[in-house]
T-cell receptor
Framework: AQSVTQLDSQVPVFEEAPVELRCNYSSSVSVYLFWYVQYPNQGLQLLLK??????LVKGINGFEAEFNKSQTSFHLRKPSVHISDTAEYFCAADSGNTGKLIFGQGTTLQVKP | DTGVSQDPRHKITKRGQNVTFRCDPI?????LYWYRQTLGQGPEFLTYFQNEAQLEKSRLLSDRFSAERPKGSFSTLEIQRTEQGDSAMYLC??????????????FGPGTRLTVT
């Protein structure tokens, strides 16, 4: 069965430092990959997605991610974080392009001044 | 396009009562999904519709849960005889058909259910 693993439950980082949030997925078929952000008491907002094509994907708010098929990873990066990036981040996969998203457990990004 | 809306935003109910949630998707989307999110966890898939047809139900969806999308527009999720374990955030999302165009799922703000 498809699964998504986010390797870090919490990532503390200082403002203006770079950050990487790690995500690994398991799939034997083609896969769509997504990163969502969730602010407290709000729904999920899409940061970026990989459907096909270029393995380096750029999203909103300066985030980017790289699809690595050999390592089954889709890590999220930002070169310089802001206090406002403090939120919960979820990696999700859609195996076989069914539309059924499988989410990771989430990573809490804590940006400190 | 006003996005995906859900009603109510919060619901407090007593154990054993029935509750119903509503989701209004983005109008041109033919796919509608329901997810459940418990505290500190990622959302878990519950069920989804292609137009009015319910195509898949998760094992998480016990017989007390039922979802409908009667005219292929809005959807309702009903929980009968609620239990404390049903306390969660219920999220709705909509999308175009996967593989067609610029596919992504748009999420609503969620309905937070508390069963006392």
């Amino acid at each position: 069965a498809q699964s998504v693993t986010q390797l870090d439950s919490q990532v503390p980082v200082f403002e203006e430092a770079p950050v990487e949030l790690r995500c690994n997925y398991s799939s034997s078929v083609s896969v769509y990959l997504f990163w969502y952000v969730q602010y407290p008491n709000q729904g999920l907002q899409l940061l970026l997605k990989y459907l096909s094509g270029s393995t380096l994907v750029k999203g909103i708010n300066g985030f980017e991610a790289e699809f690595n098929k050999s390592q089954t990873s889709f890590h999220l990066r930002k070169p310089s974080v802001h206090i406002s990036d403090t939120a919960e981040y979820f990696c999700a996969a859609d195996s076989g392009n069914t539309g059924k998203l499988i989410f990771g457990q989430g990573t809490t990004l804590q940006v400190k001044p | 396009d006003t996005g995906v809306s859900q009603d109510p935003r919060h619901k407090i109910t007593k154990r054993g009562q029935n509750v119903t949630f509503r989701c209004d998707p983005i109008s041109e989307h033919n796919r509608l999904y329901w997810y459940r999110q418990t505290l500190g966890q990622g959302p878990e898939f519950l069920t989804y519709f292609q137009n009015e047809a319910q195509l898949e139900k998760s094992r998480l969806l016990s017989d007390r849960f039922s979802a409908e999308r009667p005219k292929g527009s809005f959807s309702t999720l009903e929980i009968q005889r609620t239990e404390q374990g049903d306390s969660a955030m219920y999220l709705c999302a909509s999308s175009s058909t996967p593989g067609q165009g610029n596919y992504e799922q748009y999420f609503g703000p969620g309905t937070r259910l508390t069963v006392t």
